[in-house]
């Protein structure tokens, strides 16, 4: 079992595409320095939020190769996910990842064949973590989009013998009480990152020490300022913050969150492309409708930093 820890905010980041939707790797080097000046200093590439399914084998491997060069002139941790429903290309993932010295890996649950039994999950899990012996790896627990749903803490159990790189788990279940029991679960050996922005005070109050998200590429001032809140015991403050990050995420959601969201990026001047299919991109109107309802929120008010 490796020791590691991703504390405090971890942007998922987008991939980025051109108008036509090819890869647009030019574009990476914008987002790390946006995401400095919000004081992010992890990434998190190539997951949902990144699109990974929609991506081929080397648009992942070119994707993450660029940020690797960016983030060593950047002083940002990088963690790639490197799951794929094809585990020699998942194992191909982790090895690159090692070899450019990312801080971590993490891998979804194989979601076409899904695993019928916990312990075939962890075969899974143990085969791309082989491919990356020196790197902590992460599950990426996500049942409501991999359809794969297992009890955490025992997943924990029954894998910290099997795969010696297992650092935690990227825990995105609305399950508070599973959580709980992953953070005290070996004593308390795991990282277990909280993975659903919108509630992200409740995981703070079961002891979450570190959180990646998709708002958080748009969105980090609100979140430190709720943790800033909550860690002075200032529960209204706190509860106002992750209000407003409620607002938002229902916000976006009501358009289409992918799409939206990498709308919002250009809006605030980090051009990140359209979302690929099956996706649905805001058309012109409704991004306008949608930056007046931001407006209306404040939005743009509440990222000052």
Not at 40 to 52: D, H, K, L, N, R
Request: net charge neutral; hydrophobic share 50%; aromatic share 8%.
């Amino acid at each position: 079992m490796i020791k590691s820890q991703l504390s405090g905010l971890v942007a998922a980041t987008h991939t980025p595409f051109a108008a036509d939707g090819s890869l647009n790797l030019a574009a990476v080097e914008k987002q790390a320095a946006h995401l400095l000046r919000q004081g992010v200093q992890s990434v998190f590439i190539a997951g949902s939020t990144g699109e990974s399914h929609s991506l081929s084998r080397q648009e992942r491997l070119d994707l993450a190769q660029r940020w690797a060069e960016v983030v060593r002139d950047a002083s940002l941790r990088l963690v790639v996910h490197v799951g794929s429903n094809c585990l020699a290309d998942a194992r191909a993932l982790a090895a690159q990842a090692q070899s450019l010295g990312a801080a971590a890996i993490s891998a979804l649950a194989p979601s076409y064949f899904k695993p019928r039994s916990l312990s075939a999950l962890v075969d899974c899990c143990r085969e791309i973590a082989a491919a990356a012996p020196e790197t902590p790896f992460y599950f990426y627990d996500i049942p409501i989009l991999t359809g794969v749903s297992f009890s955490m803490p025992d997943f924990l159990a029954a894998a910290q013998e099997r795969i010696p790189t297992l650092a935690g788990l990227k825990f995105t279940n609305s399950d508070l009480m599973a959580y709980q029991l992953c953070l005290q679960a070996g004593g308390g050996a795991f990282d277990a990152p909280w993975g659903i922005d919108e509630a992200l005070l409740g995981a703070l109050a079961m002891g979450a020490r570190g959180a990646v998200g998709s708002t958080y590429n748009f969105a980090a001032p609100i979140y430190q300022r709720l943790w800033r809140a909550f860690d002075s015991g200032d529960m209204a403050s706190a509860r106002q913050e992750q209000l407003r990050s409620v607002r938002l995420v229902q916000t976006l959601a009501a358009v289409g969150f992918m799409g939206a969201a990498k709308a919002l990026m250009g809006m605030i001047g980090v051009e990140v492309g359209p979302a690929r299919l099956p996706h649905e991109n805001p058309t012109p109107e409704q991004a306008k409708q949608l930056r007046a309802a931001l407006e209306k929120l404040g939005f743009f008010d509440w990222i000052r930093a």
